[in-house]
């Protein structure tokens, strides 16, 4: 019986032993970053900027954009501008259906697709942008009164890896 106790106890220290190597060495955390809501930065040679336009009823929407608006809008959207330049020679893409919203630990949910074709005609939400050119789209995001009423900041996610980088739009 002593001995099962001890192989038990050799191959818990030794899963714990593993287990501790590789979340410390193998796989670190990553960097995050968090940038303020109109604060130019660079990623993936990207220069990015994000400004926060606000929150809009789908009835305001429909004053600003027309009737048509209305079947695409949420009860209320979070609207926000970003401003993309492409510091290469050569053309890059930017994939914006992987943005999100995120309060706190929890997500708020992916761009609303209908509203961002009708607000962006002729830009895809995979966005190429040729060499020196600056693209700018409009980014509408499903929101949720309950979640961005608290104390908690909501955060527009671009990257999780290997950088973590995010954007403050509203810090409560």
């Known amino acids: 019986m002593k001995r099962i106790i001890a192989i038990i106890a050799i191959l818990a220290i030794a899963f714990t032993a593993r287990v501790v190597y590789v979340n410390a060495v193998e796989y670190r955390f990553t ?3 968090v940038y303020q809501s109109g604060e130019t930065f660079t990623l993936h040679d990207l ?6 336009d606000g929150i809009y009823s789908s009835e305001e929407l429909t004053k600003i954009y027309g009737e048509e608006v209305l079947s695409y809008s949420d009860e209320s959207d ?7 330049t492409n510091l ?5 893409t930017l994939d914006l259906t992987s943005l999100c919203m995120q309060y706190a630990y929890t997500s708020g949910g992916g761009i609303n697709p209908y509203l961002f074709g009708y607000m962006n005609p002729g830009t895809g ?6 060499p020196a050119e600056t693209l700018t789209v ?22 999780l890896y290997p ?9 409560k």
């Open 31 to 33: 960097k995050k970053a």
């Open 47 to 52: 220069e990015l900027t994000c400004t926060y």
């Open 78 to 84: 979070l609207l926000l501008t970003l401003e993309i």
């Open 88 to 92: 290469t020679a050569e053309s890059q």
């Open 125 to 130: 939400s995979k966005c190429t942008i040729a």
């Open 138 to 159: 409009l980014l509408p995001f499903p929101y949720d009164w309950d979640t961005f009423g608290s104390e908690k900041p909501y955060d527009l996610v671009l990257s």
């Open 163 to 171: 950088e973590n980088v995010r954007v403050r739009i509203v810090e």
